[in-house]
């Protein structure tokens, strides 16, 4: 079974300086998407950024990019230039393949920003 | 970009009295929707999974009785939540995957008092 663990249950970060979450996951296929969703204190769930499996380049989107590492199964988020608007739930998510059936997410990161 | 859209955002009922919750996708056709549930400072488990026009498949634990879902139209999936009590109280979040991509989106959450 897919599992998708997220270690730090809580982050903190200055605004304008740069911050890394960690995702990890475990999986036997060879083909999955990798996401990465941010939750603000409205549980309005947005995605930040995918990952495609097959895609050895790291995704990126402005301030956000990926460190995705397939061998290792590792999916860390860094986020550059950190605004208060960043402050958040942050959840790592997989998906097995095209046709979605279900996302699997980590338990999630608490990230605060602090000015 | 693609919305999806839920109703009511807040509901509260007495114990055993059913709560139907709506899920709209407002400017894209899904096929597929899915529900989640979220307890307090928890991540987001998959309940089922609805496809329209034929039954929901329901994740292992998930009482198909008790969670009665309904996708009868490409932009509209329901839930009720039949005979509610108090452990049923939760926020319930329903994603929207649309055709052209796979990526889901999620609605803005639904939150469940049963008193």
Known sequence: ?115 | GAVVSQHPSRVICKSGTSVKIECRSLDFQATTMFWYRQFPKQSLMLMATSNEGSKATYEQGVEKDKFLINHASLTLSTLTVTSAHPEDSSFYICSARADYTDTQYFGPGTRLTVL
Do not use: H
């Not at chain 1, 790291?58 to 590792?74: C, I, L, W």
């Open chain 1, 1 to 115: 079974a897919q599992t998708v663990t997220q270690s730090q249950p809580e982050m903190s970060v200055q605004e304008a300086e740069t911050v890394t979450l960690s995702c990890t996951y475990d999986t036997s296929e060879s083909d999955y998407y990798l996401f990465w969703y941010k939750q603000p204190p409205s549980r309005q769930m947005i995605l930040v950024i995918r990952q495609e499996a097959y895609k050895q380049q790291n995704a990126t989107e402005n301030r956000f990019s990926v460190n995705f590492q397939k061998a290792a199964k590792s999916f860390s988020l860094k986020i550059s230039d950190s605004q208060l608007g960043d402050a958040a739930m942050y959840f790592c998510a997989y998906s097995l393949s095209y046709n979605t059936d279900k996302l699997i997410f980590g338990t999630g990161t608490r990230l605060q920003v602090f000015p």
